[in-house]
C-alpha cells in the first residue's frame, strides 16, 4: 500500500505543476464569471447618445404617435424617401418610411440608411406600430370597450410547481421545472467532459510511459496493479482538485465583481436584469426567467452536490480502469482508436438518453438507463434535480461501485499482461486470451 500511495503522490504532484493544469484552472473560472457577470456589469453601464430616427409617415396617422425611448428619437420628416438629399442622410441614423394602412396588407413599413441598422432598433418600431395598427384594428369595429373586453378574454396562465415536504404535510415550496432540467443538463454535460478528459488522460500517461520505456523501471519495484490504479486515483485526485478550485475562485470573483459594480445583493442582481430586459420585446419570457433564478434556493444543493462527486468519481473509476487497460495494451495513441470506440458509444449514448430525459427525467427509457452501470453516472444527473427517491439513488450507485470492481479485475489482467508488450498490433482475440490467464 506504500506503494500506491507514492504512485498516486507522483501522479497527482506531477499533473498538478504542469502550466497546461495551471492556465485551465486559472482561466476557465475567469471565462465562466466573464459570461455570468458580463450581461449585469453591461446593465449598470448607460448607453451614449440617442440616435435620431428620421420618419415620413405618408398617412400621417402614426408619426405623431410614436414614443421616443432613451435611445431613439424619432423626428418627423415631410418628405417622401425619394426626395432626401445626400447631405440630408448623414443627418440622421436612419429614416422610417410608413405607408398604406397598417391594419391591412397595403401597409409597408421600411428602413433606409448608410450603415445596417441595429435589431433593437427594428424590435422597437416594429412593437409601436403592431400596438398602434391593433388599436386601430379594434377602434374600427365601433364596438364599445372592445379593446377592454378582449384583454379580459385573453388572459395570462402560468403553472406554478410547489413541492410537498415527505417530513412535514403542512411544509410547501415554489421550485421550477425549468430551473432543474438547466441544473441537470449542466451537471450531465459536467460528467460527461470529465469523463472523456481525465479518462484519456490515464490512457495518454500510460501510452507514454510504455513508449518511453519508463514503466520496465516502475514495474520492477511495484506490482501493476499498484501501478494502474494508483493512476487512476491519481489523476481522479486531480480532477476533483481543479473542480474544488474552479467553485472556490467562481464564488470569489462573482462576489468580487458583484460587490465592484453594486450587485453583490442577488435580489439587486435579479433587479437589474429584469429592468434591463423590460425593454425588449421579448420581456415577458425573460422576466419568467428571471423570476426562476429566484427558485434557486429552493433546490437541495447539499444533495446535488454530494450525488453529483459520487457519481463523477463512480463514472470516471469505471471508464478509468477501461481506458487504462487500453492504454496498457496499445503502443501509441493511433493504435488507440479500434479500442475507444466501443467505450465512447456508451458515453455518446447516455448523454442522447440524458438530453432526451431532461424533457421526460421520469420515463421509461431514463429511469432503467439511470439504473445501467455504464449510463447511470451521466443520466442520473438528469433526474437528480426533480427529486429521486433515495433508493433509487442508493441501488444505482451501488451497482455502479459494482460495476467498477469487476472492470477493475478484468481490467487489471489486460493491464499486467499487455504493460510489457510491445512493437505487436494488439487485437480483440489477444485480449480475451489474456483475461483467461490466471493470476
Known amino acids: 500500500m506504500n506503494n500506491l500511495g507514492i504512485i498516486i503522490a507522483r501522479e497527482y504532484g506531477t499533473r498538478v505543476r504542469k502550466k497546461s493544469f495551471l492556465i485551465l484552472t486559472f482561466l476557465t473560472p475567469l471565462l465562466m464569471v466573464a459570461l455570468i457577470m458580463l450581461p449585469m456589469m453591461l446593465s449598470t453601464i448607460k448607453g451614449g447618445d440617442s440616435k435620431d430616427i428620421a420618419v415620413y409617415d405618408e398617412s400621417g396617422q402614426y408619426v405623431s404617435r410614436l414614443q421616443s425611448t432613451q435611445q431613439f428619437v424619432f423626428i418627423p420628416y415631410e418628405k417622401p424617401i425619394s426626395q432626401i438629399s445626400a447631405e440630408e442622410k448623414d443627418d440622421y441614423s436612419a429614416f422610417l418610411s410608413i405607408s398604406g394602412n397598417l391594419c391591412d396588407s397595403s401597409g409597408q413599413v421600411s428602413f433606409y440608411s448608410l450603415k445596417q441598422i441595429s435589431m433593437d432598433l427594428k424590435y422597437e418600431v416594429e412593437s409601436q406600430l403592431e400596438a398602434m395598427a391593433s388599436e386601430d384594428k379594434i377602434a374600427s369595429y365601433n364596438i364599445p ?54 479518462g484519456s488522460m490515464v490512457m495518454n500517461g500510460v501510452v507514454e510511459e ?18 494502474m490504479m494508483g493512476k487512476i486515483v491519481g489523476i481522479a485526485l486531480v480532477g476533483l482538485t481543479q473542480v474544488a478550485l474552479w467553485v472556490i475562485l467562481v464564488s470569489v470573483l462573482s462576489g468580487v465583481l458583484g460587490a465592484s459594480i453594486g450587485l453583490s445583493d442577488p435580489t439587486a442582481i435579479l433587479e ?41 468519481l463512480g463514472g470516471y473509476l469505471l471508464y478509468a480502469s477501461i481506458f487504462a487497460a487500453i492504454g496498457g495494451a496499445i503502443d501509441n495513441n493511433d493504435d488507440a482508436q479500434q479500442f475507444t ?33 455504464f449510463f447511470s453516472p451521466i443520466v442520473m444527473m438528469v433526474r437528480l434535480p426533480f427529486g429521486v427517491p433515495g433508493w433509487q439513488l442508493a441501488l444505482s450507485f451501488g451497482l455502479l461501485v459494482l460495476t467498477f470492481l469487476l472492470i477493475v479485475k478484468i481490467a487489471a489482467k ?26
Not at 210 to 227: A, C, G, H
Not at 285 to 312: K, P
Request: proline share 5%; charged share 15%; net charge positive.
Open 272 to 312: 437589474s436584469q429584469t429592468a434591463m430586459m423590460a425593454t425588449s420585446p421579448a420581456a415577458n419570457m425573460d422576466s419568467e426567467m428571471m423570476a426562476g433564478l429566484q427558485l434557486l434556493q429552493s433546490f437541495n444543493w447539499g444533495q446535488i452536490i454530494l450525488w453529483f462527486v459520487l457519481f463523477f
Open 210 to 227: 510504455k513508449s518511453n520505456r519508463i514503466v520496465e523501471i516502475i514495474v520492477s519495484s511495484v506490482k501493476p496493479f499498484q501501478l
Open 414 to 439: 489486460i493491464y499486467r499482461t499487455g504493460i510489457l508488450m510491445y512493437g505487436k498490433k494488439v487485437t480483440y482475440k489477444d485480449l480475451w486470451k489474456w483475461l483467461k490467464y490466471k493470476s
Open 341 to 373: 470506440l466501443p467505450v465512447t458509444i456508451p458515453v455518446i449514448f447516455a448523454l442522447y438518453i440524458g438530453i432526451y430525459g431532461a424533457m421526460n427525467p421520469d420515463g421509461p427509457m431514463v429511469l432503467w438507463c439511470s439504473f445501467i452501470p
Open 145 to 198: 370597450e372592445l379593446a377592454q373586453i378582449l384583454q379580459e378574454v385573453k388572459p395570462s396562465v402560468r403553472a406554478e410547481s410547489v413541492l410537498w415536504s415527505e417530513k412535514d404535510s403542512q411544509s410547501e415550496q415554489k421550485t421550477s421545472s425549468e430551473i432543474s432540467m438547466i441544473i441537470g443538463m449542466v451537471a450531465t454535460l459536467l460528467i460527461y467532459m470529465f469523463i472523456f478528459i481525465y
